[in-house]
């Protein structure tokens, strides 16, 4: 669920904070970006989503300045920042290792930069305690960092990011080193301070499960370019390729024909999609479809629907808290993913014949060949 309320999340429309053009960053052979037109605005928390190698975080090291394009132009606030060493730029960082100084205490490794700046005392003193007071870590200004824990210590690093004001906060999965637990917690209160401190918050992610709770937009990007941009329930409802559709959520895919009256036919199953999703599509085009897992119900009986059914065997089921997982194997061999409410949960076991059955509105329709 996304915590994003949309009356206050920031237009896109408004001049961008960083722009992207036509970016491309080549490492040998490899191309790591392949030819990025992004705009960013001020104020949104955006996320950069994708599979290890898509290359999100060369893209946001290069907005940081620690590598440069090899074609194209960084803007900020509307003036070219190529070639332009990281501390001048007016941006932050906070990486996945926190990098405190250990013979410092919090409040002076927030202060750090300031100083470094020779911002007067008076005012250091000031802002280090704002910027602690936002991560709730004024308590333990005077205390090192050897004896914070992995949550604090991530605290203290954005607390140094953000006191020195910048107008674009990058985070490198910040999150990654630190427990289940604390690393969901630490999700909601880092997209409170972005909204607290107003600045456009640009966040690296494999998890798509972060990406969707945190960000206004995420840029899915895979093999050095942009497959799609949208806000979490667009790329989640309304995912732009297979690609997207397979790397968030649990998906289940099959390849169908589509026949007279818009029904597809799989090698086990008849599809019935919603009319408007096939406008693309003649008779006879192959076709490639998904259907999400939560879309998915399981019951002992045959639904009387004609088609969007299969039958199958369960081979197990999973408890997921909120959530019943259920593998089913269908008639063609195939796994099926099914989740469901636990107070909806069918009355079946593992070897028991079920039934699968989804609405048409669940089923998203992709050219046939589509890459997952």
């Known amino acids: 669920m996304t915590i994003t309320d949309p009356a206050t999340a920031p237009a896109t429309t408004t001049s961008p904070v960083v722009s992207l053009r036509g970016i491309v960053k080549e490492f040998g052979a490899q191309r790591a970006v392949d030819g990025v037109d992004l705009d960013i605005a001020q104020g949104e928390f955006l996320s ?92 333990y200004a005077d205390r090192p960092p050897r004896k914070l824990s992995g949550g604090q210590q991530q605290r203290v690093a954005i607390a140094r990011a953000i006191v020195n004001r910048p107008d674009v906060l990058l985070l490198d999965e910040p999150l990654s080193a630190l427990d289940r637990q604390l690393r969901e917690k630490m999700q909601v209160e880092l997209k409170l301070l972005q909204r607290e401190v107003g600045i456009a918050f640009v966040f690296v992610t494999h998890d798509q499960g972060e990406a969707l709770v945190m960000s206004d937009r995420i840029v899915v990007m895979r093999s050095g370019r942009i497959e799609q941009v949208g806000s979490p329930q667009e790329i989640y409802e309304r995912p732009g390729s297979a690609f997207v559709a397979s790397f968030v959520g649990t998906q289940n895919f099959a390849d169908a024909t589509l026949h007279d009256g818009g029904v597809a036919e799989s090698a086990a199953t008849r599809f019935s999609p919603l009319p408007g999703a096939l406008t693309s ?16 119900r399981v019951s002992a009986d045959e639904p009387a629907q004609p088609t ?47 039934w699968c059955s989804w609405a048409p509105e669940s089923v998203l329709v992709f050219p046939a060949g589509a890459q997952r």
């Open 281 to 296: 599509y003649g008779v006879g085009d192959g076709l490639r479809l998904a259907l999400r897992a939560e879309a998915v």
């Open 48 to 139: 950069l989503l994708g599979p290890s190698g898509c290359g999100k975080t060369t893209l946001l090291r290069m907005i940081g300045g620690f590598e440069e394009p090899d074609a194209g132009d960084i803007l900020l606030g509307g003036t070219s920042v190529v070639g332009v060493p990281p501390h001048r730029r007016t941006v932050n960082t906070v990486f996945q290792a926190y990098a405190l100084f250990p013979h410092m205490s919090v409040a002076q490794n927030v202060a750090y930069g300031l100083r470094q700046r020779k911002t007067p005392r008076g005012e250091i003193a000031s802002r280090v305690k704002e910027a602690l007071r936002l991560v709730r870590m004024e308590e």
């Open 308 to 354: 969007n059914k299969i039958a199958g065997r369960l081979a197990g089921t999973s408890f997921l808290g909120g959530e019943i997982q259920y593998v089913v194997i269908g008639s063609d061999g195939q796994e099926i993913f099914a989740r469901t409410p636990l107070r909806d949960a069918a009355d079946v076991r593992a070897g028991d014949h079920v």
